[in-house]
């Protein structure tokens, strides 16, 4: 119920369809790359040599993955901090909570709005692609490769989860919708120059934990194979640990802003 009024309100926007639609370019690029990868004939008819296309590997993959996960970023700036404080600022919650809906129902149906929109945008053409290259190579491709394909869903969901937690957190807390934007911004940018200031004063490797940009590149790298472990700021353990507390944390804020009723102290 949730997402769909949510949508209706939000496709009927020109500049938002618009947007959706330029989300869909790159997967139209990719496919067209694996179409020329596998057809000599267009490639002679570009007058192409079959060795200066693109290779179809984890690298390929991986910048596709962060081209659209860029994309779902800017529409959780976009979309998710109204998706709470609208309710919160019009005392909506107690008519959602006085009915048989329970306060996790409610953070759930907000958190599909955006997880339903950004899946679309990430993991579901991400796999396409996959596996229409699988269809163009062959079946021993897709076997062999098969670790691509649980790369693009696996970091997609995390990332796609993690913005939604994170935007669901600030607009509950923030209900000045410039201000939750900025702050979401804010949690992606600020830990970088804190954490090489970290690292050049106390001569440690670990200064990037608090950073969940660096936690997604290190998931990259390890999901499309493409940089080896010495390369890294920190192990990809600890990038799962970096949005376990992230999603805590917001799942934390959510329980104590999401209730009937807020008691005021004079």
């Not at 970023?73 to 909506?92: K, M």
């Not at 499309?224 to 376990?244: K, Q």
Request: charged share 10%; net charge positive; glycine share 6%.
């Amino acid at each position: 119920v949730i997402p769909r009024y949510v949508y209706e309100d939000l496709f009927k926007y020109k500049l938002f369809i618009a947007l959706f639609v330029i989300c869909f370019v790159c997967p139209l690029v990719y496919t067209i790359l694996i179409y020329l990868h596998h057809n000599t004939s267009a490639l002679a008819i570009f007058g192409i040599n079959s060795t200066d296309v693109v290779p179809i590997n984890g690298m390929f993959f991986k910048i596709f993955a962060t081209i659209q996960t860029t994309l779902a970023f800017i529409f959780t700036v976009i979309i998710g901090p109204v998706l709470i404080s609208r309710d919160l600022a019009n005392n909506a919650l107690p008519l959602y909570l006085c009915r048989p809906f329970s306060r996790w129902e409610y953070i759930l149906g907000k958190l599909s709005v955006l997880m339903i929109l950004l899946s679309i945008i990430t993991w579901v053409p991400g796999l396409l692609l996959f596996f229409f290259q699988s269809y163009l190579e062959g079946g021993n491709w897709m076997i062999e490769n098969f670790w691509i394909a649980r790369g693009i869903f696996v970091l997609s969901l995390v990332w796609v989860v993690a913005l939604g937690l994170l935007a669901l957190a600030f607009s509950a807390w923030i209900r000045w919708r410039t201000a939750a934007s900025a702050a979401l911004f804010a949690i992606f940018i600020i830990p970088t120059p804190i954490g090489f200031a970290i690292q050049e004063m106390l001569g440690t490797t670990k200064g990037h934990l608090a950073n969940l940009g660096m936690a997604f590149n290190v998931m990259a790298d390890e999901f499309f194979r493409t940089v080896t472990p010495e390369d890294r700021f920190f192990s990809l353990g600890e990038a799962w640990v970096v949005f376990l507390v992230y999603g805590l944390i917001c799942f934390y804020m959510l329980w104590r802003k999401v209730r009937a009723y807020e008691v005021i102290s004079s």
